[in-house]
Each structure stands twice: as C-alpha cells, then as structure tokens.
C-alpha cells in the first residue's frame, strides 16, 4: 500500500493539482517490479484525478507489459502435485493483504459455481487448490510453501490445512522458479510449510543440474509413471493444535461412537467404517451420495474439531473426518479419507502421514485396527485408488518421528492467468480514501 501510494503521488496522484503530462516515472510494484513508462503526454486536457488512477492501474503490476484487455493477469504455473492438481503463484506476483488475496483466488479458480465454469478451478476438492511459493522465512528451510484450499461450489478459501500432494511439486516449483540452486544428481529442498509451521524435506531428480519429470515410478490415483519425489515429514505430530492427541485421550466417544482425535500434519478425526455402516465395498461416488451418513459424519466432525480446540470446525475444512476398516490386499488398513464433505478418491499425503502415526500411538483406534507396531515401520494405507506406503522412523531416542512417503508430479502449464477481480483498484481505493 505504501509503495502504490508513493507511485500515485510520484504519478501527481496524490493532490488536487492537474497534471498534463507523466514523464519518465518508476513504479515499484507489490511484486517487487520496477516497470518504466516514458513520456505519456495527454495533450488535449489535463487529466482528472480519477483518469490519472486508472492511467497508473492500467500499468501498473503487469510485469511491464501493458494489457490489450481490461482483464487483471498475472504469472501462473499449473501443476499436477501427487493425486491433486492446480495453480503454483510466487508470493510476490499476489497482493500481500490476505483478503484481497483471497478474491482473486476465488476470481481467479471460478468458485461460486460447481464446476468453475468461469475460471481455472477443476470442480472438485483435489483440483481446486492454490500453492503459493516464496522466500524463507527461517533459517532451518529454502523456501516459504503456504496451501489455499478453495471450495468449489462457495466463495471460500482455507488456509488452515497443508496439503501433501501439492507438496510433491513444490520443490520442482522452487528449482524452475529459481529460488533453489540445483545439485546433480538430485536436489534436497527445505520446505516450510507456513499453514502448520512445520519443516518438509522433498528430494527432487535433478540429473545434470535440471529438474527431471520422466521415470518409472507409479502412485495410486495418478495416470502413467514419472520420477520419484521424496518427502520426509519432520516432527509433523500437533501441527495445527500443537498436540498429537489434543483432547488428550488417544479414544473417545462422540454421538455413540468411538473416535480417535489426532493432529498429526493434518487434524482428523478417526472412527471405524463400521459404526456408520460402511463396508468398504461402496464406490467413492455411493458414499458421496449417502448423505444420511455425510450428515452423521459431519455431526461428528465439527464437535471433534470444538473438542480438539478447533471451535470454527463447522466453516474450514479441519478437522478431516477418516473410516478405518480391516485390510482387504494385505495391507496394514483400509481407509476412506474426506475432505471433508467428500470422499477422497485416493488419500491425502497428510491424512497418510497422520494415519499411520496413529498406528504407532498406543490406545488409538488406528493401532489397535493395526496390531503391534514398532518402529522403524512400514505401513501400507489401502484407499479406493490402490494403497500408499509411508515410511515412519525415529531418528534419535527422544526425537520425534519422521514419516516418508514418495510422490510424483509434473509441470503442465506456465503463462499468465486472467481474472476480473482487480487488486490493483483495491488498493488505489483503499489509498485514495486513506489520503
């Protein structure tokens, strides 16, 4: 806002007197560019005040390049991020105030509609969700990752949740963007989840100094092969209530049903499938479609998130309510994971690392689903897309756990994205009513 003012008043924006002309003037952008406009003479009248704001709007924040449309763009990368999809931004290509960020999200993915028929948004939960990428603002990490989930079908956007998947191309993001120099033959990236404060490492394949997207590794809910990512969640345990079990009690009983409360890189709340009258064998679109269940399992999940210290469960997406059943392909469990109002296809990355840490908590309904546990262990999560692997060890004897999992990803799109929300015209309106 500050620096839009200063640019307004260089501009002779800022006071009443009538200017004929604009010479030669820098204007530094919330983006952090300087973009050169020379010699715009209006010779047949001075310019009003409103005139010369849109003037300094029309070109300002467009990276220098003026806009042969009244449409706002800005850079955008979309990427595929394990199971889950959509638009990668620099923190400093978006306005700093979190609501105004936010409208141009929602301009931006077309919510307010089901399907985002009027913007980049793919009509559900999984490819409708923001990464925002910038420097680090600690020392222990490389990079800033902060994750928006944007509802769909409402003017909402979240950003109390990570999101695991979009995790997986966050390191790619950061070594194409350059804000990470790339090793040969792979590339550690620091990651500081800024929604959980939490630290990620994800190893990238960077053979001969370049990001690699090709390969041979295949994951549960994505297309095809790629090249593999790792992740390791580090003290991942109370990342949004600062407790692994916040109510303090590893079970509980919520509406007639025992639940496990845990926040382990994502808040959930855990029950078995059963005591909804779940078997397994429903396609994720019958229990989408169950609503006398969504509707039980909701009750449920907004008094788990007031328990756990979540008191506005009922409008965000935390805490994510999880079924547990037996495992039907060898694995350690079954689960169906939601987001929270709808199955997910395959499971969250975060939901995986909370699950199979539960699996090692004594009194969690997940360990004794699962049996003895001990550390290193390996636990394999059936979900209706196939199963996903975590790796959990304890690097010391009183360090906290570290889960891994692998992932893929894959850059699909760079450019510029177009959006009728206007950030720029909030912040002149905002200044102009400040002066």
């Not at 700093?96 to 301009?107: K, M, N, S, T, Y």
């Not at 620091?190 to 590794?217: C, E, F, M, W």
């Not at 999560?381 to 894959?410: F, K, M, N």
Request: overall charge neutral; proline content about 6%; charged content about 20%.
């Amino acid at each position: 806002m500050q620096r839009l003012g200063g640019a307004m008043e260089a501009a002779g924006i800022g006071d009443e007197q009538e200017g004929a002309q604009i010479e030669n003037f820098a204007i530094n952008a919330h983006i952090g560019s300087i973009i050169q406009k020379k010699a715009i003479h209006r010779s047949i009248r001075p310019m009003t005040r409103s005139e010369r704001i849109e003037l300094l709007i029309r070109y300002t924040y467009q990276s220098g390049r003026a806009m042969s449309n009244d449409l706002y763009s800005l850079p955008c990368v979309l990427m595929r991020g394990g199971t889950s999809k959509g638009p990668f931004f620099l923190a400093s290509d978006l306005p700093g105030d979190p609501a105004q960020r936010d409208r141009l999200l929602l301009d931006l993915m077309g919510s307010g509609h089901p399907l985002q028929i009027d913007g980049i948004g793919g009509g559900n939960a999984l490819s409708s969700k923001v990464a925002i990428v910038g420097p680090a603002s600690r020392a222990d990490a490389d990079i800033d990752y902060l994750f928006a989930q944007v509802r769909p079908d409402q003017k909402v956007v979240d950003t109390t949740p990570n999101c695991g998947n979009m995790l997986a191309a966050v390191g790619p993001f950061a070594i194409e963007s350059g804000m990470v120099a790339a090793s040969d033959p792979q590339t550690l990236v620091r990651i500081h989840n800024v929604n959980t404060g939490k630290v990620v490492l994800a190893t990238v394949q960077t053979p001969r100094g370049r990001v690699s997207y090709r390969g041979d590794t295949a994951i549960a809910g994505a297309p095809g092969t790629a090249a593999p990512i790792s992740l390791a969640f580090l003290d991942a345990a109370g990342a949004r209530t600062g407790k692994l079990l916040p109510t303090g009690a590893a079970s509980e009983w919520i509406d007639g049903v025992e639940v496990s409360c845990v926040d382990c890189a994502m808040p959930m709340v855990m029950l078995a499938a059963s005591a909804l009258g779940v078997t397994g064998e429903e396609s994720v679109a019958a229990l989408n479609a169950d609503t006398a269940m969504l509707a039980r399992l909701e009750r449920i999940r907004i008094e788990a998130g007031q328990r756990m210290g979540i008191a506005d469960a009922a409008d965000r997406v935390i805490p994510k309510p999880v079924l547990l059943l037996p495992p039907r392909a060898g694995g350690t469990l079954q689960v169906r994971y939601f987001m929270p109002h709808q199955c997910h296809s395959a499971l969250a990355i975060t939901g995986a690392v909370g699950i199979s840490t539960a699996c090692v908590t004594p009194g969690t309904l997940a360990q004794r689903m699962a049996g003895e546990l001990a550390l290193p262990a390996d636990v394999a999560l059936e979900h209706p897309s196939g199963r996903l692997d975590v790796a959990l060890h304890r690097p010391g004897p009183d360090a906290a756990i570290v889960a891994s999992v692998v992932r893929t990803a894959r850059r699909l799109f760079e450019g510029r994205v177009f959006a009728s929300t206007d950030p720029r015209r909030d912040a002149a309106a905002a200044w102009s009513s400040a002066a």
